[in-house]
């Protein structure tokens, strides 16, 4: 089959639909990628087909630590600078969408971009949705996008995701309706579309791992949870000279690292996070990331600065992970069996800290707002030495690796794609 896959966001966004690809690609299938043009390389190296979706998403991140729109900030700042990037964020995606989907026979679309439901729907394509952290209401556990993350009850828990859906789905009804407008196709009810996709039976594919987060009993059968769908080094993948002389010169090595996500204030960051190392007496690798954290700064000699490394390589071979808590990065530090030290920023993160440290597999987490040398050296302290933690992530290391979620992810889609090209939908 002719498979377009589409997804926009940032790095967590857009690994596993690298990882689908591949996986569908070795099953023999013909996939093209959609993702923000930041992606294109990653792709590349992978042998993907892509096709770059409107802007760079890296200087809207960055705009957005500047405004304070992540981490600590005004809530008003928040949505002033959302509305002000609205047009730089949303500018001809759509389009180049469309022209992403010429000649598939099937979609698979990240969950809370509506854009990728519409396509397929114009064009009669079987679909399925697809995201790494819950979108589906339950009365099992809270809204992943709003608050800190904390079970709030049956009622509570209720609450939080009728406000997520609405806060999602306005998002997304204006760029939406625009887009079916101008293709002939009567708007979305205002309600938004999650009845309809219900009475569809819209399969939706969860990459996170049951033994992490397990599928409550109130989901329809179209909402599985596959597993992770991780992505390992490219073919031919060397890790650089100097990191590998470094894992060799002494014990693990503690990773900071926080993906996509940029605090306001880096120098003040990294300060933070350089005494909070030497207060606990650990070595450090800092994964610069999109906020090049430790740029332009000489560091200590039992501190390393490295740029894009494969996570399923590094986090094997270090102490602990110190992350903001994306669900990619959360994924690939439980898959390698060690204590994560969770510092979440903002969306899924809050949740996902949460439920690594009910889980065991890591100290309480420290809201990026509330972060200081002394606790995060604390926290530190308590990942690398803490018996039971360590245990406990080893053991969930295990669970995860044992699984296959993009193998269980195209086994469903396959099953469901079929299914519906010959009942002729």
Do not use: C
Request: aromatic fraction near 8%.
């Amino acid at each position: 089959m002719q498979i377009t896959l589409l997804t926009i966001g940032a790095y967590g966004d857009t690994v596993p639909f690298v990882a689908l690809a591949v996986r569908l690609m070795r099953e023999g299938h013909t996939v093209r990628l959609a993702a923000r043009p930041d992606f294109a390389g990653l792709a590349a190296e992978y042998g993907v087909e892509f096709v770059p979706l409107g802007h760079a998403y890296r200087p809207f991140i960055t705009g957005a630590a500047e405004a304070s729109a992540l981490g600590p900030g005004h809530p008003f700042r928040k949505v002033r600078y959302g509305i002000q990037q609205r047009k730089y964020f949303s500018d001809q995606i759509g389009a180049d969408a469309w022209r992403a989907a010429e000649g598939a026979e099937a979609i698979v679309y990240k969950y809370s971009w509506l854009t990728g439901y519409t396509i397929a729907e114009k064009l009669g394509l079987p679909r399925a949705a697809a995201m790494p952290f819950p979108l589906t209401p339950t009365r099992a556990f809270p809204a992943f996008l709003l608050g800190s993350g904390a079970d709030r009850g049956v009622l509570g828990n209720k609450l939080t995701w009728a406000a997520s859906e609405q806060v999602v789905w306005q998002l997304l009804r204006i760029q939406d309706s625009r887009l079916r407008h101008e293709h002939g196709m009567q708007p979305m009810p205002l309600r938004g579309p999650l009845p309809r996709q219900q009475d569809e039976a819209l399969p939706v594919y969860y990459a996170y791992s049951p033994a992490v987060l397990p599928r409550p009993a109130d989901w329809p059968a179209r909402i599985q949870v596959t597993g992770y769908w991780f992505l390992d080094p490219p073919p031919g993948w060397r890790p650089p000279d100097d990191l590998t002389r470094f894992l060799e010169s002494g014990p693990p090595p503690v990773s900071v690292g926080f993906g996509s996500m940029a605090s306001a204030d880096q120098e003040a960051t990294l300060v933070i996070v350089l005494r909070a190392l030497e207060k606990s007496g650990q070595r450090g690798l800092l994964l610069s990331g999109w906020a090049n954290l430790g740029e332009g700064r000489s560091l200590p000699p039992h501190v390393l600065r490295v740029g894009s490394i494969p996570h399923a390589w590094l986090f094997p071979r270090v102490a602990a992970v110190v992350h903001h808590g994306g669900a990619g990065t959360t994924g690939a530090a439980l898959r390698a069996g060690v204590p994560s030290v969770v510092l979440p920023l903002a969306a899924d993160q809050p949740s996902w800290a949460r439920i690594v440290h009910s889980l065991g597999a890591g100290p309480a987490p420290i809201p990026f707002r509330k972060l200081t040398a002394e606790r995060l050296a604390a926290a530190i302290r308590g990942a690398v030495s803490d018996g039971p933690i360590r245990q406990r992530a080893a053991e969930l290391g295990r669970q995860v690796r044992a699984e296959d979620g993009t193998g269980r992810a195209v086994e469903l889609f396959l099953r469901d794609v079929v299914g519906s090209r010959r009942n002729g939908h």
